[in-house]
């Protein structure tokens, strides 16, 4: 399953405003779900990040990591409180990260669908409409599975 609720993460804030306190506070909250080392999140995210911004505008980042120790794509849902400059293509700040940690081999399928699914103007209406960690978790589950 690609959506959990523990990995629903409303109202977080990175006291910074910057990209690079959100990729931290990101990798701590997946370090805390996938017991993997919060520091080699972090590393893994910045390397995506060097090759090009994961800011994918209207308010979007997809960051995401390759991991080789875990054995299946997971999805994490973080909604800031306070957008965060994230050098997206339109120069909009990020108030939601979809984070995304996959195994080497696997898993670009579903990266693929739901990578798609981010660019699709009615996805992204319906998911700012959604009010609580349960009403995220059940559209994202509904459309992504």
Known sequence: ??????????????VSGTKKE??????RLCAKQTMLDATQLE??????????????GEGIAI?????????EVQLFIVRFRYPIEW????????DIAFAIIAPEEKGQEKYLVFARKLVDEKFIADFRNCRSTEAVYQYVKNELE
């Open 87 to 94: 050098e997206s293509f339109d120069d909009k700040k990020v």
């Open 63 to 71: 960051p995401h990591a390759i991991i080789k120790e875990i054995d």
């Open 22 to 27: 959100a990729i931290r506070t990101i990798s």
């Open 43 to 56: 590393e893994a995210f910045w390397k995506r990040e060097e090759w090009d911004s994961t800011g994918c």
């Open 1 to 14: 399953m690609l959506v959990k609720k523990e990995k629903i993460f409303d109202n977080i804030v990175a």
